[in-house]
């Protein structure tokens, strides 16, 4: 239904209603006694016939008008024609224009030219003009002269002018209805995209009310505060560092950069409050900053200036390196040499290989190509990583284990260099997770986070983890703990993850090592298959 016809629809409803009010008091005018100009004779019969007409007429235009079953435009048409005519034949009846059922007349062209197009307005007031002057002057023998006629023109004159008013009216009505409408629906729109926007910011955003209840909580905000009850409102017992923060700032009005430490989650962040002004009820709005996230974006910048020097220095190390590794395998092979020097010529080859793996590292992170994201199946790409990992590796199944979902999971990333990064994750668990002599037991789980809309890849060992005090310089660059390692793969496994904008974490996990988790992203509606929404995720641990 286009607009205009909502808007007849709107008015005829309105109509019909009145239509039902005016019918049964027609009927009671012609059936009762005690009207002394109630006609006699055939006229009494047949004003009483268009009463009922007129009274059963206005029943099913109002039963139709529900049941929707025809076109608003045309059932206004049709009904306000029915209108003049049996009006019009009661009038005819009474035989006089004083009794003021022409006034009924006159509202039903008024109302023609508010719902009709002109020319059909008009076309009504022409039939009532004429009608009205033909009844007073021949029928009922007053002469085009008399008074009656002369009555009935100036009726006439005022159907015309009620039409074109009616109409001028109408056009204004509907032009300001539709305007609301549009404006209505982008407000509507706005809104939505607004709403839209707030729930993917990966800023938390709480807005909380006088009474420090929440009223409004997106996504993020929701996992920073540790998920609570959808029935739980109450900052106060949600986050109580965000509500003594929130006091602090409602008296003083000064902001405070030091981070809080939420125990739902264990996360850092930092509370920045303002007013929301333009609201029937006051209200106060809060953006939970993840200190990691900005902890990360500093970093990134340092980073990437340390990586663009390392390739720089890599480039004019690697040829001298090679020429030394060269020139100690050509003295190893010298059979005069006594074993002390051997033993020197091996440390010299070892390290030559560390810092050539090292050199190939920084020039591989320098030459890293843009990221191409496509659609990913990541549980059958798991298996198959898994299965080259244990082949090349030459490890038994149970060594390497998998914890993934029963249905297909759709993820959107590069392949080739999810590769490289989970390849570079799972050979740092398989190095520095060993105890005791013990080889090290990795599982790679698959779970969905945060409502289903991201995907969690976990890598996770058996062994020691990582201390405190050092989880905040394992993805930097030349840190190590092994003395055999470069120093490079973990960072450059999370350089290859934030280009695909997937961030890489180290999660502590009860009753585990260490845990790092890739967070992917799942794809949007239509930007892949259906295949990655409605899945259940009933994972199933697989083993030999």
């Keep these: ?204 955003v709480v807005v909380v009310d006088e009474a420090n209840m929440i009223r409004q909580i997106n996504e993020s905000a929701r996992y920073l505060l540790g998920n609570p009850p959808l ?62 996230v900005v902890s990360r974006r500093a970093r990134d910048l340092a980073q990437a200036s340390l990586a663009r020097l390392s390739a720089s220095i890599a480039h004019e190390i690697r040829n001298p390196l090679g020429a030394l590794s060269h020139a100690s395998q050509l003295l190893a092979e010298s059979e005069d040499l006594p074993p002390a020097d051997q033993k020197l010529i091996g440390m010299i080859l070892n390290h030559t290989a560390r810092m050539n793996d090292i050199v190939e590292s920084v020039l591989k992170l320098s030459r890293r190509e843009r990221a191409r994201i496509e659609s990913v199946n990541l549980v059958s790409w798991t298996r198959k990583l898994v299965n080259e990992f244990r082949a090349y590796h030459r490890l038994p199944d149970e060594q390497v284990q998998l914890e993934l979902p029963s249905a297909a999971v759709i993820v959107m990333i590069d392949p080739g260099q999810l590769t490289q990064a989970v390849w570079n994750l799972l050979q740092n668990s398989l190095k520095h997770a060993q105890t005791g002599g013990r080889p090290p037991v990795i599982t790679i789980r698959v779970s969905p986070i945060r409502g289903q809309r991201e995907i969690a890849l976990d890598i996770i060992d058996d062994g020691p983890g990582i201390p405190l005090e050092k989880r905040s310089q394992v993805f930097e660059p030349f840190f190590t703990t092994h003395n055999q390692g470069s120093g490079l793969g973990l960072y450059l496994a999370r350089q290859l993850c934030d280009a695909n904008q997937a961030p890489l974490e180290y999660v502590q996990i009860p009753k585990a090592g260490a845990c790092f988790r890739i967070l992917l992203r799942r794809p949007e509606s239509g930007e892949s298959g259906g295949e990655s929404s409605g899945l259940k995720y009933e994972s199933t641990r697989e083993k030999p």
């Design 231 to 292: 029935g739980q409102r109450d900052l106060k017992k949600i986050a109580p560092p965000v509500y003594q923060r929130l006091q602090r700032w409602r008296k003083t009005g000064k902001a405070e950069d030091e981070g809080l430490l939420l125990q739902a989650t264990q996360v850092a962040v930092v509370p920045r409050m303002m007013d929301m002004p333009g609201l029937n009820r006051p209200a106060t709005l809060i953006f939970l900053e993840d200190t990691s």
């Design 1 to 204: 239904m286009v607009a205009d016809d909502r808007i007849i629809a709107r008015a005829l409803h309105y109509l019909n209603v009145f239509r039902m009010l005016v019918a049964p008091i027609v009927v009671v005018v012609v059936f009762s006694p005690l009207i002394e100009s109630v006609p006699v004779g055939y006229r009494s019969f047949l004003a009483q016939a268009a009463a009922l007409t007129y009274f059963g007429a206005a029943v099913v235009f109002l039963v139709v008008h529900l049941r929707k079953s025809v076109v608003p435009a045309e059932l206004a048409s049709f009904s306000i024609a029915t209108d003049l005519i049996l009006i019009g034949i009661i009038l005819h009846c009474f035989g006089s224009l004083e009794t003021g059922l022409a006034l009924l007349l006159l509202f039903s062209v008024g109302i023609s030219g508010l719902l009709l197009p002109l020319r059909t307005s008009l076309l009504f007031a022409s039939l009532l003009t004429i009608g009205l002057i033909v009844d007073n002057s021949l029928i009922n023998g007053d002469g085009l002269a008399g008074s009656l006629s002369i009555q009935a023109a100036l009726y006439g004159i005022a159907a015309f002018v009620i039409a074109l008013t009616a109409h001028q009216l109408g056009r204004w009505g509907r032009r300001y209805q539709l305007l609301a409408e549009r404006r209505g629906n982008d407000l509507a729109n706005l809104e939505r995209v607004n709403e839209i926007i707030i729930h993917r910011m990966r800023s938390g």
